[in-house]
């Protein structure tokens, strides 16, 4: 079926007028102008684009959605998170797996058709892959005193390989954070990675807060206080007095394979390391204000050359699963950056940094078919503009 809309936005090269795609067997086999031969269906006053890339989310904390209030320090909210998710210990009881359910819908609702999601107990995987969204679900590991930090990895990967084989959906490991996982697991998780291709992408949070840029220089401040509280401090831990995107380099975990998810405490010489590294940072700016983590440097990110991926971060956090309206609020915060640029991330990086780029992110023959249909008003001429405008999902049908 040959598709007809006003615009179409392959994303790697600059938007079509009056342009059509053709699609066959779920693959884009060819786009263009003109009128060839053939029947099409006009969609009319739309613009076509690549499914959206939500490269950093936990659907499995979609049952906190409204639970844990904004908070002024991120130490603060996320004992309110640890408080919340103890009420609820069974990962997959009713409660959570509904709102799982829930979450997927919304998601695909606003437009996405791939995740990076996060989840301690990979229960998402299972429901991931019975939808029609793609992705990565990394396993991530908290664990910041481990008598045995090979047996810590080994169990994650135990639990990766026992998953059943998905056909767009498949694991890795994550690293929580520096401030919560010991030097030596996160040295065992850059071993696992170089002994098997198939433990890539990772992900860890970085910089995003100032308490843990002063965990890392110092030892002390809010992070240690709760380390201490919930008995997981390692008084064997040496405080390393240097910044986070340092500490990654220094165990091996500042590379092409990384998303560095956050960034918000980043200084311009973190970010020209970032950039050197062929690492992607997923900005997450609406969650970033709801648990007090700050203001990400989103005009800087892009100033430094860095690759940027989009994330909405979890409904503990945020008020929905809308990629369009996350790159709404990087607009807001940065608005000399162009609206291609922030187009390119919510689609092409985002699927580059998980290694679907080869299928998802760009509207070109062979990538998969997972596109979408914005009904664009007619007085709109900028379509780019318009669209980083924030979007909401009834403006959005998915093609075929």
């Known amino acids: 079926m040959r598709y007809r809309a006003r615009f179409v936005l392959p994303i790697s090269t600059p938007p079509l007028r009056d342009a059509w795609v053709r699609i066959e067997d779920g693959q884009v086999r060819s786009l263009g102008t003109g009128i060839p031969a053939g029947p099409e269906t006009d969609l009319g006053s739309v613009a076509i684009l690549p499914g959206l890339v939500n490269a950093h989310t936990h659907l499995e904390l979609s049952y906190l959605h409204g639970a844990v209030p904004p908070a002024a320090e991120f130490v603060s909210w996320i004992r309110g998170?640890?408080?919340?998710?103890?009420?609820?210990?069974?990962?997959?009881?009713?409660?959570?797996?509904?709102a799982l359910a829930r979450g997927i819908a919304a998601s695909l609702a606003a437009g996405t058709a791939v995740v990076g999601d996060i989840s301690n107990t990979l229960v998402p995987f299972r429901p991931l892959a019975e939808s029609r969204l793609a992705g990565v679900v990394f396993h991530e590991i908290l664990r910041f005193n481990a008598a045995d930090p090979e047996a810590v990895v080994r169990d994650a990967l135990d639990g990766i390989r026992a998953l059943p084989p998905a056909a767009d959906v498949r694991a890795s490991l994550a690293a929580h954070a520096p401030y919560s996982v010991a030097p030596a697991v996160l040295r065992a998780i850059r071993t696992a990675m170089d002994a098997d291709a198939a433990v890539a992408p990772c992900s860890i949070h970085v910089a995003e807060s100032a308490a843990e840029l002063e965990f890392l220089a110092?030892?002390?401040?809010?992070?240690?206080?709760?380390?201490?509280?919930?008995?997981?401090?390692?008084?064997?831990?040496?405080?390393?007095?240097?910044?986070?995107?340092?500490?990654?380099?220094?165990?091996?975990?500042?590379?092409?394979?990384?998303?560095?998810?956050h960034g918000v405490q980043l200084s311009p010489a973190d970010l020209l390391r970032v950039r050197a590294s062929g690492a992607t940072l997923v900005a997450c700016p609406r969650s970033n204000a709801h648990t007090g983590a700050g203001v990400?440097?989103?005009?800087?990110?892009?100033?430094?050359?860095?690759?940027?991926?989009?994330?909405?971060?979890?409904l503990a956090s945020t008020a929905d699963l809308n990629v369009f309206a996350e790159i709404a609020e990087m607009r807001r915060l940065a608005p000399d950056i162009p609206a291609r640029a922030l187009l390119d991330s919510a689609t092409r990086q985002?699927?580059?940094?998980?290694?679907l780029g080869d299928r998802f992110g760009t509207i070109a023959a062979g990538q998969r078919a997972r596109l979408l249909a914005v009904a664009v008003p007619a007085d709109v001429d900028d379509v780019e503009e318009y669209l980083v405008g924030g979007i909401t999902p009834d403006r959005i049908a998915w093609v075929g």
């Open 296 to 314: 990400p440097p989103i005009q800087a990110f892009y100033a430094a050359g860095v690759r940027v991926a989009v994330g909405t971060d979890s």
């Open 218 to 261: 110092t030892g002390e401040g809010p992070w240690r206080r709760l380390l201490e509280d919930v008995g997981s401090w390692d008084p064997a831990w040496t405080v390393p007095g240097v910044g986070p995107v340092d500490y990654l380099a220094e165990h091996g975990l500042l590379d092409a394979r990384m998303l560095i998810v």
């Open 81 to 98: 998170v640890i408080g919340a998710r103890r009420q609820r210990p069974d990962a997959r009881s009713p409660e959570i797996l509904d």
């Open 350 to 355: 985002g699927a580059y940094a998980l290694g």
